[in-house]
T-cell receptor, first 110, second 112 residues
């Protein structure tokens, strides 16, 4: 059982659509991060959220950290083919204890 | 380009063989990590090093050893490879938890 459950596991949408992916846990995290990974490459950090209820925007991407710091969501507005990739959430349990979810694989079709 | 460099990119081993995965970072980060990524399992921490001269076990350390050679380099050794160690291995470094991790491009290891 994953400490961080991400849903959906797979998502295929048309260009221009909006989407939300989720990252849920029963554990409390001191911070939570979102990464995007492309085939054959390592994950690349998108954002870090630290405070419960925090919302951060990165162009068309909106990240929210749950009030209880147990869950997070990533919303993409007007998805583009360049958004295609594996989206990973990672929660910090301790200073050097970062746990990753299995990811949501997003495909955006032109 | 600044970042984390891993070698080799691909490797095939026979069961029982040994090998060392190399990792180097040029960002002056104190912390370095080794993860493995398997389908449906996400990234799982094998070992980490919070600073030069220290190493600690992560979630899945069995069958692996590490060496923090200096601040830049952190190697992962498989002493006797097993098919269960077939995976993609990622090295990462960090300036601190909130700063996030910088990952290398990975080593795809197959044990036959």
């Amino acid at each position: 059982t994953q400490l961080l459950e991400q849903s959906p596991q797979f998502l295929s949408i048309q260009e221009g659509e909006n989407l939300t992916v989720y990252c849920n846990s029963s554990s409390v995290f001191s911070s939570l991060q979102w990464y995007r990974q492309e085939p054959g490459e390592g994950p690349v950090l998108l954002v870090t959220v630290v405070t419960g209820g925090e919302v951060k925007k990165l162009k068309r991407l909106t990240f929210q950290f749950g009030d209880a710091r147990k869950d997070s969501s990533l919303h993409i507005t007007a998805a583009q083919p360049g958004d295609t990739g594996l989206y990973l959430c990672a929660g910090a349990l301790g200073w050097d204890d970062m746990r990753f979810g299995a990811g949501t694989r997003l495909t955006v079709k032109p | 380009n600044a970042g984390v460099t891993q070698t080799p990119k691909f490797q095939v081993l026979k069961t029982g063989q040994s090998m060392t995965l190399q990792c180097a970072q040029d960002m002056n980060h104190n912390s370095m990590y080794w993860y493995r990524q398997d389908p449906g399992m996400g990234l799982r921490l094998i070992y980490y090093s919070a600073s030069e001269g220290t190493t600690d076990k992560g979630e899945v350390p069995n069958g692996y050893n590490v060496s923090r050679l200096n601040k830049r380099e952190f190697s992962l050794r498989l002493e006797s490879a097993a098919p269960s160690q077939t995976s993609v291995y990622f090295c990462a470094s960090s300036a601190g938890r909130v700063a996030g991790y910088t990952f290398g491009s990975g080593t795809r290891l197959t044990v036959v």
